[in-house]
């Protein structure tokens, strides 16, 4: 029996493999998350994607894993995951109003396969007011996220529109993923 491993400890990316009904483990590792600021987003998302699969892929040889890594970018800026409050507030006052861009790489590794992608999806914010702010920074949910915003959650009170793949913007391009798992010889349900 094929073994997949997702390697993050991202609840959002849980859930999203869940939905799709497999069966997996999670495996996360701590990996320097830093990286060369002269990298396209693309080729950062991909990078450190393939970081954090390798980080597990070392210890379990005979499985699949799935490793993946979401930023934002906004005037050509990296907006990664907030620090704090204050830095949360920030970047959402930066996002406001604006159109930016989510990119989240993947990488998959088995034994025989090596690869890993990106996707790219346009998203644009309503105006936001300095109370819409503090409300969404209180809540606690911009801490953990690329860009100080998950729009599956309250977040989504902020987005006025997407171009591109929402689950991609959650955390997982579900879609892609699973054709990338068939053609790299994961044996699927489906």
Same mark, same amino acid.
Do not use: C
């Given at each position: 029996? &094929?073994?997949?491993?997702?390697? %993050?400890?991202? =609840?959002?990316?849980?859930?999203?493999?869940?939905?799709?009904?497999?069966?997996?483990?999670?495996? $996360?590792? #701590?990996?320097?998350? %830093?990286?060369? =600021?002269?990298?396209?987003?693309?080729?950062?998302?991909?990078?450190?994607?393939?970081?954090?699969? &390798?980080?597990?892929?070392?210890?379990?040889?005979?499985? @699949?894993?799935?490793? /993946?890594?979401?930023?934002?970018? !906004? *005037?050509?800026?990296?907006?990664?995951?907030?620090? *704090? %409050? +204050?830095? !949360?507030?920030?970047?959402?006052?930066?996002?406001?109003? &604006?159109?930016?861009?989510?990119?989240?790489?993947? !990488?998959?590794?088995?034994?025989?396969?090596?690869?890993?992608?990106? #996707?790219?999806?346009?998203? #644009?914010?309503?105006?936001?007011?300095?109370? +819409?702010? /503090?409300?969404?920074?209180? %809540?606690?949910?911009?801490?953990?996220?690329?860009?100080?915003?998950?729009?599956?959650?309250?977040? $989504?009170?902020?987005?006025?529109?997407?171009?591109?793949?929402? @689950?991609?913007?959650?955390?997982? =391009?579900?879609?892609?993923?699973?054709? #990338?798992?068939?053609?790299?010889?994961?044996?699927? =349900?489906?």
């Amino acid at each position: 029996m &094929q073994n997949l491993i997702l390697a %993050s400890s991202s =609840p959002r990316r849980k859930e999203l493999l869940e939905n799709l009904q497999l069966t997996f483990t999670i495996s $996360s590792s #701590e990996v320097d998350e %830093s990286f060369d =600021p002269m990298l396209s987003p693309e080729d950062v998302v991909m990078e450190l994607a393939e970081r954090k699969a &390798q980080a597990v892929f070392k210890d379990n040889p005979e499985s @699949f894993v799935l490793g /993946s890594d979401t930023i934002v970018v !906004a *005037n050509g800026q990296v907006l990664g995951k907030p620090t *704090n %409050s +204050e830095e !949360a507030t920030r970047m959402l006052t930066i996002l406001s109003g &604006q159109q930016h861009d989510v990119y989240t790489g993947v !990488a998959i590794l088995s034994a025989n396969v090596s690869t890993k992608f990106f #996707e790219k999806t346009e998203v #644009e914010f309503w105006e936001l007011t300095d109370e +819409e702010i /503090s409300y969404y920074v209180q %809540s606690g949910e911009p801490l953990d996220k690329a860009g100080s915003y998950g729009i599956q959650q309250l977040g $989504s009170m902020l987005v006025k529109r997407i171009k591109g793949d929402y @689950f991609a913007v959650v955390g997982l =391009p579900v879609a892609r993923t699973v054709r #990338e798992l068939r053609k790299a010889g994961y044996q699927l =349900p489906y």
